[in-house]
């Protein structure tokens, strides 16, 4: 499992090595206990998963509570932009975002045919 696979590595960083997701990601930090993470609409799938499910094993995973906005909740992002608040201790904050990345990491393999 993938998510299991970040707690094992600490690493978000996909199967070949690449980490396409720190490229398109921009994170803010909130507070000691809070962080925003900007992220394209085209990734936002990948976070969310089949129902949602992705996401619920990145919070249940990592002890971080996620919530991704909608499209236009924020106006001050950039077009195309979708905003994910991560709240949590530094090291579940951590963990969270390197699932993230991994998730975004291997769906972008996926769309480019890096992997099966």
Known sequence: MLLVDVLRSG????ANGENFASSVMVERRVSDEAIELEVPDTVVGAVLGPKAR???????????????????????????????????????????????????NEAQDRRVGARP
């Open 11 to 14: 690493s978000g960083t996909a």
């Open 54 to 104: 992705t996401l619920q094993e990145i919070q249940l995973y990592s002890g971080c509570k996620v919530q991704v906005y909608k499209r236009d909740a924020k106006p001050d992002l950039p077009v195309g932009t979708r905003l994910i608040s991560l709240a949590g201790d530094e090291r579940s904050m951590h963990v969270c975002r390197m699932m993230i990345e991994r998730v975004v």
